[in-house]
């Protein structure tokens, strides 16, 4: 079984440009969860979709976070403008159902600010 | 959610049983305990999870005490390759609304 693929895998860029991740879940897998993870912290959860539909973004920046899931297949997820803070690991993980256990994460997008 | 404490780092010596705890005292009774962990430079992996019977997989076991309020995840012959941080989670499981919060775990160090 293939796994959860993210790309780009690095990504450095200057304040206030913009920048994009994508994912591609496993086949089959309804639910798809953008994290942020922070050197030394666990991941936060931005963002959870149940196939194209937005379950929860209650911790998604909305001014400068955005992220779609058309066909329900894979995900996008964008930041503009790009602030310093937002340095950091972007994760993406599906699982079958809405279910706390099998979440497959990807190896993640590593954005650097500067 | 319940809360978890873990401590933040632990050792142990290659081949010995790593036993790593997690207290979570304000558990509730829907509420299961996941264990996740991450190697460097990886997405979290999902262990083992349970809500009140002790839980074993080809992995890890799970021992969750009588009255919840603590759980030991145990790695029998811990490797080199089982270093990593170690999420304990408490959450209810199932429907849209379920989704995994972690905190900043323990980090166990494998060493020679």
């Known amino acids: 079984e293939a796994g959860v693929a993210q790309s780009p895998r690095y990504k450095i860029i200057e304040k206030r440009q913009s920048v994009a991740f994508w994912c591609n879940p496993i086949?089959?897998?309804?639910?798809l969860y953008w994290y942020q993870q922070i050197l030394g912290q666990g991941p936060k959860l931005l963002i959870q979709?149940?196939?194209?539909?937005?379950?929860?973004d209650s911790q998604l920046p909305k001014d400068r976070f955005s992220a779609e899931r058309l066909k329900g297949v894979d995900s996008t997820l964008k930041i503009q403008p790009a602030k310093l803070e937002d340095s950091a690991v972007y994760l993406c993980?599906?699982?079958?159902?809405?279910?706390?256990?099998?979440?497959?994460f990807g190896s993640g997008t590593r954005l650097t600010v500067v | 959610d319940a809360k978890t404490t873990q401590p933040t780092s632990m050792d142990c010596a290659e081949g010995r049983a790593a036993n790593l705890p997690c207290n979570h005292s304000?558990?509730?009774?829907?509420?299961?305990v996941y264990w996740y962990r991450q190697i460097h430079s990886q997405g979290p992996q999902y262990i083992i999870h349970?809500?009140?019977n002790n839980e074993t997989n080809e992995m890890a076991s799970l021992i969750i005490t009588e009255d919840r309020k603590s759980s030991t995840l145990i790695l029998p012959h811990a490797t080199l390759r089982d270093t990593a941080v170690y999420y304990c989670?408490?959450?209810?499981?199932?429907?849209?609304?379920?989704?995994?919060?972690f905190g900043t775990g323990t980090r166990l160090q494998v060493t020679l």
């Open positions: 349970g809500l009140k």
């Open positions: 989670i408490v959450r209810v499981d199932g429907g849209t609304a379920s989704k995994l919060t």
């Open positions: 979709f149940q196939n194209n539909g937005v379950v929860d």
């Open positions: 304000t558990i509730s009774g829907n509420e299961y």
């Open positions: 086949s089959g897998h309804a639910t």
């Open positions: 993980a599906s699982s079958l159902r809405a279910a706390n256990y099998g979440y497959t």
